[in-house]
């Protein structure tokens, strides 16, 4: 088995495949001051909460991490040997994705924007724009042969809505939601109401943007932990891809391993 895993800024994101199944999926938060040894007890964890057998566990043969938080590695690399007994496979500079880069500089882009436009391109072949909803947000623009062209990046919804809340002394932090009008008459759902369709705009705004230079139709693809949320309300959104990123951390793998 392949164990995969997302490193992001706010959550850490695991997955499990059996050649391309993916068998179970967990999302935890991503906490830098963790050691390698309360990283591995939590994992154990995880495989328990499924009911997987130690047999299974010990099953894992392999492992790739993508990670846009350096100090990360420092613990998830040793944990791999202590734990799995297996280094694992870093996404970064010099490894094969199968994808032209680009960008005027490669190794500024995020592991997790190259995962993904690998992922979408080779379930979809065609031209896309991936919107990938995560402590950035984050739009990439893959062409028709398959190759990376660069994007943008905005605050999150969750970073936005913080930086709401604590700068707004008067403003009470709300739970996100979607109310029922634009035009509200109260404070709660008035936050709920900017929030949620100020961002659906943000999106349909820059996705008809890019749209607009590239002079096509791409399909875009939306993922990450709030994209079916926001998708509801943004009209540029065409597929709902959740599990993007652990299905590209798969197929990179598979074109490295030796």
């Known amino acids: 088995m392949l164990l995969v895993v997302d490193v992001g800024n706010t959550n850490t994101v695991l997955g499990l495949f059996d050649k391309d199944q993916l068998l179970h999926d967990w999302r935890i938060r991503t906490e ?11 994992i154990y964890n995880l495989y328990q909460s ?23 590695l420092n613990i998830l690399e040793p944990l791999c040997v202590k734990y799995f007994n297996i280094k694992p496979m870093i996404v970064g500079p010099g490894i094969k994705t199968g994808m032209p880069i680009f960008y005027d500089n490669p190794k500024e882009v995020g592991a997790d924007r ?51 809340f604590e700068r707004a002394s008067k403003l009470p932090r709300v739970e996100f939601g979607k109310p029922k009008t634009i035009i509200t008459k109260d404070t709660i759902s008035a936050i709920q109401a ?10 349909d705004g820059i996705v008809n943007r890019m749209k607009a230079e590239v002079k096509t139709n791409p399909l875009v693809i939306g993922t990450g932990g709030l994209a079916r949320v926001v998708a509801q309300e943004a009209r540029t959104i065409d597929k709902i891809e959740e599990m993007l990123t652990l299905d590209g951390l798969r197929i990179i793998y598979e074109r490295n391993k030796k």
Request: aromatic fraction near 10%; glycine fraction near 10%.
């Open 114 to 164: 190259i995962v993904n436009a690998v992922a979408a391109f080779d379930k979809y072949r065609q031209e896309s724009i991936i919107v990938d909803f995560g402590t950035a947000t984050t739009f990439d623009y893959v062409s028709p042969r398959g190759e990376y062209m660069g994007g943008c990046i905005s605050p999150g919804i969750v970073i936005s809505s913080e930086a709401l």
């Open 194 to 203: 900017g929030i949620m369709f100020g961002y659906a705009g943000l999106v």
């Open 32 to 42: 830098i001051d963790h050691t390698i040894d309360e990283y591995g007890v939590l």
């Open 50 to 72: 499924t009911r997987m057998k130690a047999k299974e566990i010990k099953s894992v043969r392999a492992i790739i991490i993508s990670c846009v938080v350096p100090p990360m």
